[in-house]
């Protein structure tokens, strides 16, 4: 069973900037495969980002440039660092492979608000 944990949301600024975490661990230590969704209320959960096993990444139209996907090198913690946050990123952020294989963790909160 693998356990998605993810961290680094807050509030910030429009215009700031953030790095959210996401650390696999369990019985597929390494992910090959991972995106970052974001949920908030009233919508579905829409994926953002996505890394593939070959270092391809993909970005939602909403985000392009301004947000960019990363992982460590032993493939257990993804990252997501955000800039030029606007207020229509407010949301709950959440990792898994893009196809929503794995349980989904807790989540967490970003908020960009002045």
């Known amino acids: 069973q693998v356990q998605l944990v993810e961290s680094g949301g807050g509030l910030v600024q429009p215009g700031g900037s953030l790095r959210l975490s996401c650390a696999a661990s369990?019985?597929?230590?390494?992910?090959?495969?991972m995106g970052w969704f974001r949920q908030s209320p009233g919508k579905q959960r829409e994926l953002v980002a996505a890394l593939t096993s070959g270092a391809i990444t993909n970005y939602a139209d909403s985000v392009k440039g301004r947000f960019t996907i990363s992982r460590d090198n032993a493939k257990t913690t993804v990252y997501l660092q955000m800039t030029s946050l606007k207020p229509e990123d407010t949301a709950v952020y959440y990792c898994?492979?893009?196809?929503?294989?794995?349980?989904w963790g807790q989540g967490t909160q970003v908020t960009v608000s002045s």
């Open positions: 369990g019985s597929i230590v390494r992910i090959n495969n």
């Open positions: 898994n492979a893009p196809n929503g294989l794995y349980p």
